[in-house]
């Protein structure tokens, strides 16, 4: 059981702490790579606060494919190169994004979304996809959800082999 409620009244950096732990919790005691990557983007959904969308796509023949995520239904496919999540992987780093509307090509898969952070997933050389995490309000990812954010995805690349997704 992943106990969420813990975390409620922490504050703001030891909530992301405690995230990589649920993280780390998951992965050690679960093999399966759909329901790890499930819980992890339910993990974050949690956690976080003022998201409106949090998951994953994955590099299929070319172009980035929708994968385990919390939120409304998303776009299926993202051509590499478009959007802020296509950028990621096209620049190979994490993009983090104040104001959504002003970004060339952003794709408003959500029209609630204002502001976005995507960390590329990157193991061995190789990108396999991004995190994708969107917010409601302006200006939400900072420098410190940026550096949770990739030690989360550190994380991740430490117990998933991506090329059995
Ligand atoms: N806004 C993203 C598309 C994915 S959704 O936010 C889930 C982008 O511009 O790449």
């Not at 409620?5 to 992301?16: H, T, V």
């Not at 070319?62 to 990621?88: D, H, S, Y």
């Not at 430490?158 to 059995?164: L, S, V």
Request: proline content about 3%; glycine content about 8%.
């Amino acid at each position: 059981m992943i106990n969420i409620e813990a975390a409620k009244n922490l504050p703001i950096e030891n909530r992301y702490k405690y995230m990589l732990l649920l993280l780390e919790g998951q992965l050690s005691s679960e093999k399966n790579i759909y329901a790890n990557l499930s819980n992890a983007s339910a993990i974050i959904y949690a956690i976080m606060d003022k998201l409106n969308w949090s998951g994953f796509y994955f590099m299929r023949e070319g172009e980035l494919v929708l994968g385990p995520f919390q939120g409304k239904p998303a776009c299926n496919r993202i051509t590499v190169g478009k959007g802020v999540c296509g950028a990621a992987v096209a620049e190979r780093a994490v993009q983090r994004i104040a104001n959504v509307h002003e970004f060339p090509g952003h794709i408003a898969c959500d029209g609630a979304s204002n502001s976005e952070i995507v960390i590329p997933i990157i193991k061995d050389g190789e990108v396999y996809g991004v995190l994708d995490i969107d917010s409601f309000e302006f200006n939400t990812f900072t420098e410190l959800e940026e550096e949770y954010l990739i030690k989360f995805v550190e994380k991740l690349n430490k117990y998933i082999d991506w090329t059995q997704l």
